[in-house]
């Protein structure tokens, strides 16, 4: 079984930074089957990244994903304020990870 | 438009069922795989289930085998999770949401299953 350990778990950072979230799997998997999502309070995830780097549509190009093997990224290159809340990494549209959340420095 | 409408959710004992139902539209229903994920409170998504095409192939999460049931009614296009044996720990929210390759895309908003005494 495939378990995703992501860090942080919190990551403070102010509007206009670089946010670098990392997924790691406990063995390696097919980029093809990372995903990462984002959640607010009160409303359904949001998918942002599919098959390790491609865009979901109407994903702004802030939002990028990378990586293979064990280790994922997802990067967002200027923090907006609506981008400080919960990310996850999902592998095989199954196993999430445990989240990290980024918050207001 | 992708439509997701989750209903069913409640107040439960420990012990109790309940049937969750997910009301498809706007899309295919037959030609997607389809998920529940359950968020607890205070805590983050976890993968419930999710079910083939055809209704054919089901995926369990292990906490969860052998007491809840993921079925489909493609005439109807809807999506079901039987719960039986419900207990305190299974209290979440749950969502109905579409499988695309590896990844899940669309989302409704939610039903809220509540077990206590």
């Known amino acids: 079984e495939i378990v995703l350990t992501q860090s942080p778990g919190t990551l403070s950072l102010s509007p206009g930074e670089r946010a670098t979230l990392s997924c790691r799997a406990s063995?390696?998997?097919?980029?093809?089957?990372l995903a990462w999502y984002q959640h607010k309070p009160g409303q359904p995830p949001r998918l942002l990244i599919y098959g390790g780097y491609n865009r979901a549509t109407g994903i702004p190009d802030r939002f990028s994903g990378s990586g293979s093997g064990t280790d994922f990224t997802l990067t967002i290159s200027s923090l907006e304020p609506e981008d400080f809340v919960v990310y996850y990494c999902?592998?095989?549209?199954?196993?999430f990870g445990q989240g990290t959340k980024v918050e207001v420095k | 438009e992708v439509q997701l409408v989750e209903s069913g959710g409640g107040l439960v004992q420990p012990g109790g069922s309940l049937r969750l139902s997910c009301a498809a539209s706007g899309f295919t229903f037959s030609a997607y795989w389809m998920t529940w994920v359950r968020q607890a409170p205070g805590k983050g998504l976890e993968f419930v289930a999710n079910i083939k095409k055809d209704g054919t192939y089901k995926v369990y999460v292990d906490s969860v085998r052998g007491r809840f049931t993921i079925s489909r009614d493609n005439a109807e296009n809807s999506l079901f999770l039987q719960m039986d044996g419900l207990r305190a720990e299974d209290t979440a929210v749950y969502y109905c949401a579409r499988d695309v390759t590896f990844a899940i895309d669309s989302w409704g908003q939610g039903t809220l299953v509540s077990v206590s005494t």
């Open positions: 063995q390696s998997v097919g980029t093809n089957h």
């Open positions: 999902q592998y095989y549209g199954q196993t």
